[in-house]
């Protein structure tokens, strides 16, 4: 009996552990890819200084051509071409109301992920309600359930040869919907009922961990309404916060 009592005592150790240093794991990954992308970041804005001071020298001396009376159609165009061989790349989000998220936490989790599936290839369409006001006591949780929905999204829709991932953010007299809709591996097969599960992933390697976060945070918030759907190789997620 006493054996019995230290074995489960021993596995229980052993299994606080494990769900400690998974729960590690998953944070230094998530610095590690923030600290990547802020670095990412500052090259592209060191990029675009240059850019702009190469730019005005451009105009400079277009300015000079024209005093002189000089043919500057030959000018016009290489300066047409440097601007767009070099703000191509540019992936700012063009999407203007992503801007008028009330809520700084959130409208910058938004706008980094955005960046993010975009510089992988992923063709992201965004949808964003005019002036979107989110109660800003909610505003920590969503941003966590955000940062994981919009990670899982990105992460599944690579799997698929030609990968989509929509995001619309719709405003309602009391709630506000935060939608994610995009394609995985078509020959994906998804156990629905264990999705949020701690420990079920779709993705090798992986330990499940965001998910189960998701639903932890949901489930301890009676605002909260969380509902997913998969159906042809799409996969959409509906996260529904209450305005009060």
Do not use: C
Request: proline fraction near 2%; avoid cysteine; charge should be neutral.
């Amino acid at each position: 009996m006493v054996t019995l009592i230290f074995i489960g005592i021993g596995m229980t150790v052993f299994i606080v552990g494990h769900l400690s240093k998974v729960k590690a794991d998953y944070e230094l990954q998530q610095i590690s890819e923030r600290n990547a992308y802020i670095n990412g970041l500052e090259e592209k804005n060191n990029e675009l200084r240059r850019f702009k001071h190469d730019y005005k020298n451009f105009l400079l001396s277009l300015s000079a051509s024209i005093e002189n009376n000089q043919d500057d159609s030959e000018i016009v165009q290489r300066l047409l071409n440097y601007a767009d061989v070099n703000l191509k790349n540019d992936t700012k989000p063009s999407d203007a109301n992503l801007y008028k998220i009330n809520d700084k936490l959130i409208r910058g989790i938004i706008i980094t992920k955005v960046m993010i599936a975009r510089d992988k290839g992923i063709q992201t369409n965004v949808e964003i309600a005019e002036n979107v006001e989110i109660a800003q006591k909610f505003s920590i949780d969503i941003t966590r359930i955000l940062g994981i929905l919009f990670d899982n999204a990105i992460e599944a829709s690579l799997k698929n040869p030609k990968p989509e991932l929509d995001f619309a953010l719709i405003s309602y007299d009391e709630s506000v919907e935060f939608v994610f809709k995009n394609n995985v591996d078509p020959t994906a097969t998804i156990e629905m009922s264990k999705l949020y599960d701690l420990g079920y992933s779709t993705k090798s390697n992986h330990n499940g961990l965001g998910l189960a976060t998701v639903k932890k945070i949901v489930n301890s918030n009676k605002n909260f309404l969380l509902q997913t759907k998969f159906k042809n190789s799409k996969f959409s997620t509906v996260l529904t916060s209450m305005k009060k």
